[in-house]
Protein backbone atom coordinates (compact mmCIF):
# COMPACT_ATOMS: atom_id res chain seq x y z
CA UNK A 1 0.00 0.00 0.00
CA UNK A 2 2.82 2.59 1.20
CA UNK A 3 4.62 1.68 -2.26
CA UNK A 4 1.21 2.06 -4.21
CA UNK A 5 1.28 5.61 -2.33
CA UNK A 6 4.58 6.76 -3.43
CA UNK A 7 4.33 5.60 -7.42
CA UNK A 8 0.98 7.81 -7.27
CA UNK A 9 3.09 10.87 -5.58
CA UNK A 10 5.59 10.39 -8.36
CA UNK A 11 3.05 10.32 -11.07
CA UNK A 12 1.12 13.73 -9.60
CA UNK A 13 4.94 15.75 -9.30
CA UNK A 14 5.77 14.34 -12.82
CA UNK A 15 2.42 15.76 -14.07
CA UNK A 16 2.36 19.07 -12.15
CA UNK A 17 6.14 19.59 -13.93
CA UNK A 18 4.80 18.71 -17.23
CA UNK A 19 1.97 21.39 -17.02
CA UNK A 20 4.00 24.08 -15.29
CA UNK A 21 6.62 23.69 -18.17
CA UNK A 22 3.11 23.79 -20.35
CA UNK A 23 1.99 26.80 -19.57
CA UNK A 24 5.65 28.52 -19.52
CA UNK A 25 6.18 27.71 -22.85
CA UNK A 26 2.66 29.19 -23.75
CA UNK A 27 3.39 32.58 -21.63
CA UNK A 28 6.70 33.04 -23.65
CA UNK A 29 5.22 31.94 -26.73
CA UNK A 30 2.24 34.91 -26.00
CA UNK A 31 4.90 37.30 -25.38
CA UNK A 32 7.10 36.44 -28.33
CA UNK A 33 4.18 37.13 -30.24
CA UNK A 34 3.15 40.61 -28.95
CA UNK A 35 7.35 41.53 -29.20
CA UNK A 36 7.37 40.27 -32.64
CA UNK A 37 3.92 42.51 -33.50
CA UNK A 38 5.61 45.12 -31.15
CA UNK A 39 9.04 45.79 -33.24
CA UNK A 40 7.46 45.29 -36.55
CA UNK A 41 5.47 48.40 -35.50
CA UNK A 42 8.44 49.98 -34.67
CA UNK A 43 10.30 48.93 -37.78
CA UNK A 44 7.90 50.16 -40.14
CA UNK A 45 7.89 53.61 -38.10
CA UNK A 46 11.45 53.81 -38.33
CA UNK A 47 11.64 53.10 -42.29
CA UNK A 48 9.07 55.94 -42.94
CA UNK A 49 6.28 53.34 -43.79
CA UNK A 50 3.82 55.00 -41.21
CA UNK A 51 3.47 57.72 -39.17
CA UNK A 52 3.86 58.21 -35.71
CA UNK A 53 -0.07 58.88 -35.36
CA UNK A 54 -0.55 55.40 -37.00
CA UNK A 55 2.96 53.97 -34.83
CA UNK A 56 0.66 55.02 -31.26
CA UNK A 57 -2.22 53.94 -32.37
CA UNK A 58 -1.36 50.40 -33.20
CA UNK A 59 1.59 50.01 -30.16
CA UNK A 60 -1.26 50.98 -27.88
CA UNK A 61 -3.67 48.42 -29.27
CA UNK A 62 -0.97 45.60 -29.56
CA UNK A 63 -0.43 46.18 -25.78
CA UNK A 64 -3.89 46.37 -25.20
CA UNK A 65 -3.95 49.95 -23.08
CA UNK A 66 -7.55 51.53 -22.96
CA UNK A 67 -5.88 55.22 -23.86
CA UNK A 68 -3.44 55.35 -26.98
CA UNK A 69 -0.53 56.36 -25.31
CA UNK A 70 0.92 59.74 -26.86
CA UNK A 71 4.59 59.01 -26.09
CA UNK A 72 4.63 55.60 -26.88
CA UNK A 73 7.04 55.64 -30.22
CA UNK A 74 8.96 58.67 -28.75
CA UNK A 75 11.80 55.64 -28.32
CA UNK A 76 11.91 54.92 -31.67
CA UNK A 77 14.81 56.29 -33.68
CA UNK A 78 13.55 57.34 -37.44
CA UNK A 79 16.32 56.34 -40.27
CA UNK A 80 17.88 59.09 -42.16
CA UNK A 81 19.54 57.96 -45.14
CA UNK A 82 22.90 59.44 -45.41
CA UNK A 83 23.06 61.76 -48.45
CA UNK A 84 26.33 62.39 -50.68
CA UNK A 85 27.39 65.82 -50.86
CA UNK A 86 27.06 67.11 -54.51
CA UNK A 87 23.54 65.56 -54.15
CA UNK A 88 22.76 67.54 -50.95
CA UNK A 89 24.16 71.35 -53.12
CA UNK A 90 22.01 70.10 -56.04
CA UNK A 91 19.01 69.88 -53.59
CA UNK A 92 20.09 72.92 -51.96
CA UNK A 93 20.31 74.67 -55.04
CA UNK A 94 16.98 73.81 -56.74
CA UNK A 95 15.56 74.70 -53.67
CA UNK A 96 16.59 78.61 -53.60
CA UNK A 97 16.06 78.64 -57.37
CA UNK A 98 12.38 77.30 -56.39
CA UNK A 99 12.10 79.99 -53.53
CA UNK A 100 13.33 82.46 -55.70
CA UNK A 101 10.83 82.08 -58.66
CA UNK A 102 7.92 81.93 -55.89
CA UNK A 103 8.72 85.27 -54.62
CA UNK A 104 9.20 86.54 -58.20
CA UNK A 105 6.04 85.07 -59.00
CA UNK A 106 3.97 86.21 -55.61
CA UNK A 107 5.51 90.13 -56.72
CA UNK A 108 4.26 90.12 -60.24
CA UNK A 109 1.05 88.78 -58.89
CA UNK A 110 0.13 91.23 -56.60
CA UNK A 111 1.26 94.02 -59.19
CA UNK A 112 -1.02 93.06 -61.74
CA UNK A 113 -3.42 92.57 -58.71
CA UNK A 114 -3.04 96.78 -58.22
CA UNK A 115 -3.56 97.38 -61.63
CA UNK A 116 -6.73 95.71 -61.83
CA UNK A 117 -9.91 97.77 -62.36
CA UNK A 118 -12.52 97.80 -59.02
CA UNK A 119 -15.12 96.02 -61.10
CA UNK A 120 -12.57 93.18 -61.76
CA UNK A 121 -11.54 93.32 -58.11
CA UNK A 122 -14.89 92.56 -57.05
CA UNK A 123 -15.46 89.81 -59.53
CA UNK A 124 -12.30 88.01 -58.00
CA UNK A 125 -14.28 88.18 -54.91
CA UNK A 126 -17.60 85.88 -56.14
CA UNK A 127 -18.20 82.61 -56.16
CA UNK A 128 -17.29 80.07 -59.48
CA UNK A 129 -20.41 79.97 -61.82
CA UNK A 130 -20.37 76.83 -62.92
CA UNK A 131 -22.17 75.00 -65.91
CA UNK A 132 -24.21 71.79 -65.36
CA UNK A 133 -22.59 70.13 -68.01
CA UNK A 134 -18.69 69.49 -68.13
CA UNK A 135 -17.39 70.03 -71.66
CA UNK A 136 -14.94 68.03 -72.77
CA UNK A 137 -14.83 68.91 -76.64
CA UNK A 138 -14.50 72.51 -78.38
CA UNK A 139 -17.52 71.73 -80.81
CA UNK A 140 -19.82 70.76 -78.23
CA UNK A 141 -19.08 73.91 -76.28
CA UNK A 142 -21.78 76.85 -76.52
CA UNK A 143 -21.75 79.23 -79.58
CA UNK A 144 -19.91 82.08 -78.08
CA UNK A 145 -17.74 85.00 -79.59
CA UNK A 146 -13.93 83.23 -78.76
CA UNK A 147 -13.36 79.57 -78.32
CA UNK A 148 -10.20 79.73 -76.73
CA UNK A 149 -7.95 76.49 -75.56
CA UNK A 150 -4.84 77.02 -72.42
CA UNK A 151 -2.45 74.58 -70.83
CA UNK A 152 -0.57 75.55 -67.47
CA UNK A 153 3.29 74.55 -66.73
CA UNK A 154 1.79 71.36 -64.92
CA UNK A 155 0.30 69.69 -68.36
CA UNK A 156 -3.08 70.30 -67.46
CA UNK A 157 -5.47 71.42 -70.75
CA UNK A 158 -8.26 73.61 -70.71
CA UNK A 159 -10.92 74.26 -73.34
CA UNK A 160 -13.46 76.93 -72.97
CA UNK A 161 -15.53 80.29 -74.23
CA UNK A 162 -16.29 84.01 -73.48
CA UNK A 163 -18.91 86.00 -75.12
CA UNK A 164 -19.98 89.85 -74.32
CA UNK A 165 -21.53 90.76 -71.10
CA UNK A 166 -24.73 92.41 -71.71
CA UNK A 167 -24.55 94.30 -68.97
CA UNK A 168 -20.86 95.90 -70.07
CA UNK A 169 -20.36 98.95 -71.62
CA UNK A 170 -19.98 98.98 -75.68
CA UNK A 171 -17.10 100.24 -77.60
CA UNK A 172 -16.52 101.38 -81.02
CA UNK A 173 -13.31 101.30 -82.80
CA UNK A 174 -13.69 102.42 -86.55
CA UNK A 175 -16.71 100.69 -87.92
CA UNK A 176 -16.94 98.05 -85.18
CA UNK A 177 -18.67 98.00 -82.11
CA UNK A 178 -18.22 95.57 -79.15
CA UNK A 179 -18.30 95.28 -75.65
CA UNK A 180 -15.58 95.84 -73.06
CA UNK A 181 -15.98 93.05 -71.19
CA UNK A 182 -16.57 89.11 -71.94
CA UNK A 183 -17.39 86.68 -69.77
CA UNK A 184 -17.13 82.87 -69.73
CA UNK A 185 -16.23 79.36 -68.54
CA UNK A 186 -13.13 76.90 -68.92
CA UNK A 187 -13.36 73.49 -68.00
CA UNK A 188 -10.02 71.45 -67.45
CA UNK A 189 -9.24 67.69 -68.68
CA UNK A 190 -9.99 65.74 -65.37
CA UNK A 191 -13.11 66.31 -66.09
CA UNK A 192 -14.56 67.52 -62.88
CA UNK A 193 -12.83 71.16 -62.32
CA UNK A 194 -14.41 74.10 -63.57
CA UNK A 195 -13.20 77.82 -63.79
CA UNK A 196 -14.86 81.19 -64.27
CA UNK A 197 -13.09 83.51 -67.01
CA UNK A 198 -13.55 87.04 -67.65
CA UNK A 199 -11.73 89.30 -69.95
CA UNK A 200 -11.39 93.11 -70.11
CA UNK A 201 -10.34 94.84 -73.22
CA UNK A 202 -7.60 97.71 -72.24
CA UNK A 203 -6.89 99.14 -75.60
CA UNK A 204 -7.69 99.01 -79.55
CA UNK A 205 -5.24 100.50 -81.76
CA UNK A 206 -7.39 99.82 -84.85
CA UNK A 207 -10.01 97.38 -86.24
CA UNK A 208 -7.37 94.66 -86.08
CA UNK A 209 -5.29 94.83 -82.78
CA UNK A 210 -6.97 94.59 -79.69
CA UNK A 211 -4.80 93.87 -76.13
CA UNK A 212 -6.22 93.23 -72.90
CA UNK A 213 -6.68 91.68 -69.61
CA UNK A 214 -7.79 87.96 -68.52
CA UNK A 215 -8.69 86.66 -65.17
CA UNK A 216 -9.51 83.03 -64.52
CA UNK A 217 -10.72 81.90 -61.18
CA UNK A 218 -10.72 78.19 -60.44
CA UNK A 219 -11.83 76.64 -56.91
CA UNK A 220 -8.34 77.32 -55.43
CA UNK A 221 -6.44 79.82 -57.42
CA UNK A 222 -7.18 82.59 -59.25
CA UNK A 223 -4.61 83.40 -62.55
CA UNK A 224 -4.51 87.02 -63.66
CA UNK A 225 -2.80 87.97 -67.32
CA UNK A 226 -2.85 89.85 -70.33
CA UNK A 227 -3.49 88.93 -73.95
CA UNK A 228 -2.98 89.92 -77.44
CA UNK A 229 -6.03 89.83 -80.17
CA UNK A 230 -4.50 90.23 -84.38
CA UNK A 231 -7.71 89.99 -86.56
CA UNK A 232 -9.71 86.79 -85.34
CA UNK A 233 -6.75 85.01 -83.16
CA UNK A 234 -4.80 85.88 -80.63
CA UNK A 235 -2.92 84.59 -77.81
CA UNK A 236 -1.99 85.61 -74.07
CA UNK A 237 -0.23 84.45 -70.71
CA UNK A 238 -1.62 84.11 -66.81
CA UNK A 239 -0.22 83.59 -63.43
CA UNK A 240 -1.18 82.52 -60.50
CA UNK A 241 -0.11 83.57 -56.74
CA UNK A 242 1.78 80.35 -56.55
CA UNK A 243 3.50 81.17 -59.91
CA UNK A 244 2.00 79.04 -62.27
CA UNK A 245 1.85 79.81 -65.68
CA UNK A 246 -1.33 79.32 -67.65
CA UNK A 247 -0.30 80.03 -71.94
CA UNK A 248 -3.96 80.14 -74.24
CA UNK A 249 -4.35 81.03 -77.04
CA UNK A 250 -8.29 81.66 -78.82
CA UNK A 251 -10.40 82.26 -82.01
CA UNK A 252 -13.78 83.10 -83.26
CA UNK A 253 -13.20 79.93 -85.33
CA UNK A 254 -13.98 76.62 -83.93
CA UNK A 255 -11.99 74.46 -86.19
CA UNK A 256 -8.12 76.97 -85.21
CA UNK A 257 -9.40 76.25 -81.71
CA UNK A 258 -9.33 72.49 -82.68
CA UNK A 259 -6.17 72.64 -84.39
CA UNK A 260 -4.63 74.74 -81.34
CA UNK A 261 -5.61 72.13 -78.71
CA UNK A 262 -4.02 68.96 -80.86
CA UNK A 263 -0.76 71.28 -80.44
CA UNK A 264 -1.13 71.84 -76.43
CA UNK A 265 -1.79 68.24 -76.18
CA UNK A 266 1.65 67.05 -77.28
CA UNK A 267 3.20 69.81 -75.28
CA UNK A 268 1.71 68.66 -72.41
CA UNK A 269 2.87 65.20 -72.62
CA UNK A 270 6.53 66.95 -73.26
CA UNK A 271 5.72 68.74 -69.50
CA UNK A 272 4.68 66.15 -67.53
CA UNK A 273 7.59 63.79 -69.11
CA UNK A 274 9.50 66.71 -67.77
CA UNK A 275 8.16 66.91 -64.27
CA UNK A 276 8.56 63.43 -63.95
CA UNK A 277 12.20 64.09 -64.31
CA UNK A 278 12.04 66.72 -61.80
CA UNK A 279 9.92 65.03 -59.32
CA UNK A 280 12.44 61.74 -59.75
CA UNK A 281 15.76 63.82 -59.64
CA UNK A 282 14.49 66.16 -56.25
CA UNK A 283 12.00 64.82 -54.28
CA UNK A 284 13.57 61.70 -53.73
CA UNK A 285 16.21 63.69 -52.04
CA UNK A 286 14.08 65.39 -49.75
CA UNK A 287 14.52 65.21 -45.88
CA UNK A 288 12.66 68.34 -44.76
CA UNK A 289 10.25 67.58 -43.16
CA UNK A 290 6.88 69.66 -43.43
CA UNK A 291 5.85 71.85 -41.23
CA UNK A 292 2.33 72.89 -39.17
CA UNK A 293 0.97 75.61 -37.51
CA UNK A 294 -1.82 76.63 -35.59
CA UNK A 295 -3.26 79.95 -34.67
CA UNK A 296 -4.74 80.21 -31.06
CA UNK A 297 -5.25 83.05 -28.72
CA UNK A 298 -3.71 85.30 -30.82
CA UNK A 299 -0.31 82.99 -30.65
CA UNK A 300 1.48 80.78 -33.33
CA UNK A 301 1.96 77.17 -32.34
CA UNK A 302 4.21 75.24 -34.64
CA UNK A 303 4.98 71.59 -34.78
CA UNK A 304 8.71 72.50 -34.92
CA UNK A 305 8.71 73.87 -32.14
CA UNK A 306 5.82 72.14 -30.53
CA UNK A 307 4.93 68.72 -29.75
CA UNK A 308 0.90 69.72 -28.99
CA UNK A 309 -1.22 72.71 -28.90
CA UNK A 310 -4.10 73.42 -26.07
CA UNK A 311 -7.44 74.87 -27.49
CA UNK A 312 -10.41 75.79 -25.47
CA UNK A 313 -13.65 75.86 -26.16
CA UNK A 314 -17.12 76.70 -23.82
CA UNK A 315 -19.52 75.19 -26.01
CA UNK A 316 -18.40 72.02 -27.42
CA UNK A 317 -17.68 74.06 -30.75
CA UNK A 318 -14.18 74.25 -32.12
CA UNK A 319 -12.43 75.97 -34.89
CA UNK A 320 -8.28 75.35 -35.55
CA UNK A 321 -7.11 77.75 -37.93
CA UNK A 322 -3.63 77.33 -39.19
CA UNK A 323 -1.19 76.78 -42.25
CA UNK A 324 0.72 74.01 -43.56
CA UNK A 325 3.96 74.43 -45.46
CA UNK A 326 7.19 72.66 -47.00
CA UNK A 327 11.01 74.14 -47.44
CA UNK A 328 12.47 70.82 -48.67
CA UNK A 329 11.76 72.28 -52.25
CA UNK A 330 9.21 68.75 -53.50
CA UNK A 331 7.03 69.62 -56.58
CA UNK A 332 4.04 67.76 -55.33
CA UNK A 333 2.03 70.18 -52.75
CA UNK A 334 1.79 68.92 -49.41
CA UNK A 335 -1.44 66.95 -48.15
CA UNK A 336 -2.78 67.40 -44.73
CA UNK A 337 -4.30 64.39 -42.83
CA UNK A 338 -6.63 64.82 -39.90
CA UNK A 339 -6.38 61.16 -38.16
CA UNK A 340 -5.55 60.03 -41.68
CA UNK A 341 -8.31 61.72 -43.65
CA UNK A 342 -7.36 64.55 -46.13
CA UNK A 343 -8.07 68.06 -45.23
CA UNK A 344 -8.43 70.47 -47.95
CA UNK A 345 -5.69 73.53 -47.90
CA UNK A 346 -5.86 76.59 -50.21
CA UNK A 347 -3.11 77.54 -52.46
CA UNK A 348 -1.03 79.09 -49.67
CA UNK A 349 -1.55 76.06 -47.24
CA UNK A 350 -4.38 77.41 -45.27
CA UNK A 351 -6.85 75.37 -43.23
CA UNK A 352 -10.00 76.13 -41.08
CA UNK A 353 -10.89 72.41 -39.66
CA UNK A 354 -14.57 73.19 -37.61
CA UNK A 355 -16.24 70.36 -35.21
CA UNK A 356 -18.37 70.28 -32.48
CA UNK A 357 -18.03 67.50 -29.02
CA UNK A 358 -19.76 66.97 -25.96
CA UNK A 359 -16.38 65.55 -24.30
CA UNK A 360 -12.76 66.63 -24.63
CA UNK A 361 -10.57 64.78 -27.70
CA UNK A 362 -7.18 64.76 -29.11
CA UNK A 363 -6.81 65.45 -32.80
CA UNK A 364 -4.20 64.05 -34.64
CA UNK A 365 -2.64 66.43 -37.76
CA UNK A 366 -0.03 65.26 -40.40
CA UNK A 367 1.36 66.62 -43.49
CA UNK A 368 3.18 64.44 -45.45
CA UNK A 369 5.26 66.54 -48.83
CA UNK A 370 6.39 65.08 -51.93
CA UNK A 371 9.19 63.53 -50.90
CA UNK A 372 7.40 61.18 -48.38
CA UNK A 373 8.29 63.30 -45.18
CA UNK A 374 5.87 63.66 -42.98
CA UNK A 375 5.10 66.61 -40.22
CA UNK A 376 2.95 65.86 -37.53
CA UNK A 377 1.05 68.04 -34.62
CA UNK A 378 -1.23 66.95 -31.82
CA UNK A 379 -4.27 69.16 -30.67
CA UNK A 380 -5.99 68.65 -27.71
CA UNK A 381 -9.80 70.07 -27.67
CA UNK A 382 -10.97 70.56 -23.92
CA UNK A 383 -14.28 71.30 -23.45
CA UNK A 384 -14.88 73.11 -20.29
CA UNK A 385 -18.10 72.09 -18.33
CA UNK A 386 -20.65 74.28 -17.13
CA UNK A 387 -19.29 75.40 -14.29
CA UNK A 388 -16.15 77.05 -15.90
CA UNK A 389 -18.57 78.96 -19.06
CA UNK A 390 -19.15 82.80 -18.35
CA UNK A 391 -22.81 82.99 -17.25
CA UNK A 392 -24.20 87.00 -17.12
CA UNK A 393 -27.10 86.75 -15.17
CA UNK A 394 -27.39 90.58 -14.90
CA UNK A 395 -30.04 92.49 -15.64
CA UNK A 396 -29.74 94.79 -19.15
CA UNK A 397 -32.19 98.51 -19.89
CA UNK A 398 -31.88 99.99 -22.94
CA UNK A 399 -33.09 103.29 -24.23
CA UNK A 400 -33.03 103.81 -27.83
CA UNK A 401 -33.78 106.95 -29.65
CA UNK A 402 -34.26 107.57 -33.53
CA UNK A 403 -34.96 110.77 -35.07
CA UNK A 404 -35.89 111.08 -38.13
CA UNK A 405 -38.44 113.85 -39.44
CA UNK A 406 -37.47 117.05 -37.85
CA UNK A 407 -40.53 119.91 -37.51
CA UNK A 408 -38.20 122.90 -38.91
CA UNK A 409 -34.58 120.75 -39.32
CA UNK A 410 -34.09 118.76 -42.90
CA UNK A 411 -35.35 115.43 -42.11
CA UNK A 412 -32.74 112.26 -42.32
CA UNK A 413 -32.64 109.01 -43.99
CA UNK A 414 -31.76 105.98 -41.80
CA UNK A 415 -32.30 106.85 -37.89
CA UNK A 416 -35.56 105.38 -37.69
CA UNK A 417 -34.30 102.41 -39.59
CA UNK A 418 -30.77 102.11 -37.31
CA UNK A 419 -33.06 102.41 -33.97
CA UNK A 420 -35.14 100.04 -35.40
CA UNK A 421 -32.88 97.21 -36.13
CA UNK A 422 -31.13 97.77 -33.02
CA UNK A 423 -33.78 97.47 -30.98
CA UNK A 424 -34.58 94.24 -32.69
CA UNK A 425 -31.05 92.47 -32.29
CA UNK A 426 -31.38 93.21 -28.29
CA UNK A 427 -34.23 92.51 -27.53
CA UNK A 428 -33.99 88.77 -29.85
CA UNK A 429 -29.96 88.13 -29.69
CA UNK A 430 -29.40 89.56 -26.15
CA UNK A 431 -31.41 90.06 -22.59
CA UNK A 432 -32.11 94.01 -22.84
CA UNK A 433 -35.50 95.38 -21.86
CA UNK A 434 -36.12 97.87 -24.42
CA UNK A 435 -37.42 101.55 -24.80
CA UNK A 436 -37.68 102.49 -28.60
CA UNK A 437 -38.62 106.35 -28.82
CA UNK A 438 -38.96 107.40 -32.76
CA UNK A 439 -39.16 110.79 -33.68
CA UNK A 440 -38.86 112.29 -29.90
CA UNK A 441 -39.29 115.39 -28.73
CA UNK A 442 -37.05 117.17 -25.80
CA UNK A 443 -39.62 116.36 -22.79
CA UNK A 444 -40.22 112.74 -24.16
CA UNK A 445 -36.13 112.05 -23.64
CA UNK A 446 -36.17 114.01 -20.24
CA UNK A 447 -38.92 112.13 -19.22
CA UNK A 448 -37.60 108.83 -20.44
CA UNK A 449 -34.11 108.90 -18.38
CA UNK A 450 -36.05 110.05 -14.73
CA UNK A 451 -38.21 106.85 -15.94
CA UNK A 452 -34.63 104.62 -16.05
CA UNK A 453 -33.49 106.46 -13.00
CA UNK A 454 -36.29 105.22 -10.91
CA UNK A 455 -36.42 101.69 -12.72
CA UNK A 456 -32.67 100.77 -12.58
CA UNK A 457 -31.20 99.53 -9.49
CA UNK A 458 -26.69 99.33 -8.60
CA UNK A 459 -26.69 95.93 -9.91
CA UNK A 460 -28.13 96.77 -13.51
CA UNK A 461 -26.90 97.60 -16.78
CA UNK A 462 -28.10 100.46 -19.51
CA UNK A 463 -27.60 101.51 -23.08
CA UNK A 464 -28.24 104.93 -24.56
CA UNK A 465 -28.25 104.93 -28.11
CA UNK A 466 -29.20 108.25 -30.05
CA UNK A 467 -29.64 109.08 -33.99
CA UNK A 468 -30.65 112.00 -34.79
CA UNK A 469 -29.27 115.83 -35.51
CA UNK A 470 -26.37 116.84 -33.60
CA UNK A 471 -25.36 120.22 -32.98
CA UNK A 472 -22.77 122.65 -31.44
CA UNK A 473 -22.88 126.06 -30.07
CA UNK A 474 -19.68 127.78 -31.22
CA UNK A 475 -19.33 130.06 -29.13
CA UNK A 476 -19.14 128.14 -26.37
CA UNK A 477 -17.87 124.68 -27.94
CA UNK A 478 -20.81 123.04 -26.45
CA UNK A 479 -22.54 120.03 -28.52
CA UNK A 480 -26.44 119.08 -28.60
CA UNK A 481 -28.79 116.40 -29.15
CA UNK A 482 -31.62 117.47 -31.73
CA UNK A 483 -35.24 116.65 -30.83
CA UNK A 484 -37.47 116.67 -33.48
CA UNK A 485 -39.76 119.99 -31.96
CA UNK A 486 -36.18 121.79 -31.49
CA UNK A 487 -36.42 125.12 -33.81
CA UNK A 488 -33.49 126.23 -36.02
CA UNK A 489 -33.21 129.58 -34.86
CA UNK A 490 -33.89 129.11 -30.80
CA UNK A 491 -31.20 129.73 -28.70
CA UNK A 492 -29.77 126.30 -27.95
CA UNK A 493 -30.69 126.19 -24.42
CA UNK A 494 -34.78 126.10 -24.83
CA UNK A 495 -35.38 123.16 -27.24
CA UNK A 496 -31.93 121.33 -27.47
CA UNK A 497 -30.46 118.86 -25.78
CA UNK A 498 -27.22 119.52 -24.17
CA UNK A 499 -24.92 116.35 -23.64
CA UNK A 500 -24.17 118.71 -20.39
CA UNK A 501 -27.23 117.39 -19.53
CA UNK A 502 -26.97 113.80 -20.95
CA UNK A 503 -23.85 113.80 -18.53
CA UNK A 504 -26.15 114.81 -15.58
CA UNK A 505 -28.23 111.91 -15.69
CA UNK A 506 -26.35 109.41 -16.45
CA UNK A 507 -24.08 110.41 -13.20
CA UNK A 508 -27.28 110.43 -11.52
CA UNK A 509 -28.53 106.54 -12.80
CA UNK A 510 -27.33 103.69 -10.29
CA UNK A 511 -26.70 101.26 -12.69
CA UNK A 512 -23.44 99.22 -12.42
CA UNK A 513 -22.35 100.04 -16.38
CA UNK A 514 -24.02 102.24 -18.64
CA UNK A 515 -22.53 103.05 -22.19
CA UNK A 516 -24.17 105.91 -24.31
CA UNK A 517 -23.22 105.33 -27.98
CA UNK A 518 -24.08 108.62 -30.30
CA UNK A 519 -24.78 108.41 -34.08
CA UNK A 520 -25.24 112.67 -34.90
CA UNK A 521 -22.65 115.43 -36.29
CA UNK A 522 -20.68 116.74 -33.22
CA UNK A 523 -21.25 113.33 -31.44
CA UNK A 524 -17.35 113.68 -30.08
CA UNK A 525 -17.58 116.61 -27.74
CA UNK A 526 -18.86 115.02 -24.95
CA UNK A 527 -16.73 115.86 -21.93
CA UNK A 528 -14.53 112.53 -21.80
CA UNK A 529 -10.96 111.05 -21.59
CA UNK A 530 -9.79 108.33 -23.79
CA UNK A 531 -7.06 107.04 -22.24
CA UNK A 532 -9.03 103.95 -21.19
CA UNK A 533 -7.35 101.55 -19.04
CA UNK A 534 -7.45 98.23 -17.15
CA UNK A 535 -5.23 96.37 -15.00
CA UNK A 536 -6.39 93.08 -16.02
CA UNK A 537 -5.29 92.35 -19.69
CA UNK A 538 -8.44 92.09 -22.54
CA UNK A 539 -9.20 87.94 -22.91
CA UNK A 540 -12.01 87.89 -24.79
CA UNK A 541 -11.66 83.74 -24.39
CA UNK A 542 -11.46 83.42 -20.87
CA UNK A 543 -14.58 83.93 -18.53
CA UNK A 544 -12.41 85.44 -15.66
CA UNK A 545 -12.44 88.48 -17.76
CA UNK A 546 -16.11 88.97 -18.30
CA UNK A 547 -16.70 87.95 -14.19
CA UNK A 548 -13.95 91.07 -13.57
CA UNK A 549 -15.47 93.06 -15.85
CA UNK A 550 -18.77 93.02 -14.51
CA UNK A 551 -17.97 93.79 -11.18
CA UNK A 552 -16.42 97.01 -12.36
CA UNK A 553 -18.47 100.15 -12.75
CA UNK A 554 -18.01 101.67 -16.23
CA UNK A 555 -19.65 105.03 -17.37
CA UNK A 556 -18.30 105.01 -21.40
CA UNK A 557 -19.28 106.78 -24.55
CA UNK A 558 -18.38 105.75 -27.79
CA UNK A 559 -19.47 108.50 -30.47
CA UNK A 560 -19.48 108.00 -35.00
CA UNK A 561 -17.40 111.14 -35.23
CA UNK A 562 -15.46 114.14 -33.46
CA UNK A 563 -15.94 117.63 -33.59
CA UNK A 564 -17.38 117.69 -37.31
CA UNK A 565 -20.45 116.73 -39.24
CA UNK A 566 -21.11 112.68 -40.35
CA UNK A 567 -22.91 111.38 -43.52
CA UNK A 568 -26.38 110.61 -42.84
CA UNK A 569 -26.08 107.47 -45.11
CA UNK A 570 -24.18 105.69 -47.84
CA UNK A 571 -26.46 103.15 -49.40
CA UNK A 572 -29.92 104.42 -47.73
CA UNK A 573 -29.96 101.78 -45.52
CA UNK A 574 -28.23 102.32 -42.41
CA UNK A 575 -25.35 104.49 -41.75
CA UNK A 576 -21.81 103.41 -41.75
CA UNK A 577 -21.38 103.49 -38.29
CA UNK A 578 -24.98 101.70 -37.23
CA UNK A 579 -24.19 99.23 -40.15
CA UNK A 580 -21.58 97.70 -38.82
CA UNK A 581 -22.39 98.11 -34.94
CA UNK A 582 -25.56 96.30 -35.78
CA UNK A 583 -23.18 93.72 -37.62
CA UNK A 584 -20.88 93.12 -34.83
CA UNK A 585 -23.93 92.50 -32.31
CA UNK A 586 -25.83 89.55 -35.35
CA UNK A 587 -21.92 87.57 -35.42
CA UNK A 588 -21.34 87.43 -31.78
CA UNK A 589 -22.16 84.26 -30.82
CA UNK A 590 -21.17 84.75 -26.92
CA UNK A 591 -19.87 87.76 -24.93
CA UNK A 592 -18.08 90.90 -26.29
CA UNK A 593 -16.90 93.81 -24.71
CA UNK A 594 -17.63 97.86 -25.49
CA UNK A 595 -13.65 98.16 -26.71
CA UNK A 596 -13.90 95.12 -29.20
CA UNK A 597 -16.68 96.14 -30.99
CA UNK A 598 -15.71 99.87 -31.20
CA UNK A 599 -11.77 98.46 -32.80
CA UNK A 600 -14.39 97.12 -34.99
CA UNK A 601 -16.69 99.84 -36.04
CA UNK A 602 -14.00 102.50 -36.19
CA UNK A 603 -11.84 99.88 -38.69
CA UNK A 604 -15.23 99.81 -41.17
CA UNK A 605 -16.18 103.64 -40.38
CA UNK A 606 -12.67 104.83 -41.07
CA UNK A 607 -12.07 102.93 -44.20
CA UNK A 608 -15.70 103.92 -45.74
CA UNK A 609 -15.44 107.69 -44.64
CA UNK A 610 -13.45 110.45 -43.49
CA UNK A 611 -15.28 110.04 -39.96
CA UNK A 612 -13.08 109.52 -36.62
CA UNK A 613 -15.16 107.34 -34.01
CA UNK A 614 -14.56 108.02 -30.41
CA UNK A 615 -13.97 106.01 -27.47
CA UNK A 616 -13.82 107.27 -24.22
CA UNK A 617 -14.79 107.56 -20.17
CA UNK A 618 -17.19 110.03 -18.73
CA UNK A 619 -15.37 112.28 -16.90
CA UNK A 620 -16.64 113.04 -13.18
CA UNK A 621 -19.74 110.55 -12.85
CA UNK A 622 -17.37 107.29 -10.74
CA UNK A 623 -15.88 105.57 -13.95
CA UNK A 624 -13.84 102.66 -12.47
CA UNK A 625 -11.93 100.83 -15.36
CA UNK A 626 -15.05 98.61 -16.67
CA UNK A 627 -15.85 98.17 -19.84
CA UNK A 628 -19.50 97.26 -20.88
CA UNK A 629 -20.73 93.74 -21.82
CA UNK A 630 -22.53 92.62 -24.43
CA UNK A 631 -23.41 88.85 -23.77
CA UNK A 632 -25.77 86.74 -26.21
CA UNK A 633 -28.77 84.46 -25.31
CA UNK A 634 -27.65 80.84 -24.76
Known amino acids: MLKLIKVSCGI ?12 KAAYITKKSDTTKEIEKIEKAYADGSITKWECTKKKSKALKLEKVSKTICDNVKVKVDKKEESKEKKKVEYVKKKKKKEKKSKKEFLKKTKDLSKKAKSWITKKIKKEKKHYKSIAKLPKSDFYFTATDDKG ?4 GYVKGDPNSKTMGVGNSKFKKVSDGQAFQNDAKTQCSVRSEVDEATNNLIYTGQLLVKCPNKVFIGIWHQTGNEGFGIAQSKAGTKLDFTFS ?11 KKK ?12 EKKNYESKDKELPVIKISYNKKWFSSKKHKEV ?3 SNDGKYIIRGVVNDKGGSIEETILLRDGRKVKTDEEGGFIIEGKSNKSLEIWLTAVDGGGNTGEFQVNITILSAAKKFLNTKKYYALIIGNKNYETWDDLDTPIKDVTAIAKVLEERYKFEVKLLKDAKKEQIIDAFWELNDKITEEDYLLIYYAGHGSKDTRIQKAYWIPTDARKIDEPGKYWLSTSIVTEHVGRIKAMHVLVIVDSCYSGLLRGDDNIKADIERDLENPLYFTK ?14 DAPVPDSIDGAHSLFAKKFIETL ?8 SQEIYIKVKKYVQNNSSQNPRYLHIEDVGHNEGVFVFSAKN
Open 252 to 262: TNRNDAVTSLN
Open 549 to 562: MLNRKARLYISSGG
Open 310 to 312: NIE
Open 266 to 277: KESKKIKKVAKI
Open 586 to 593: ENNTSSID
Open 156 to 159: NIFI
Open 12 to 23: LFVLFIVGMAQS
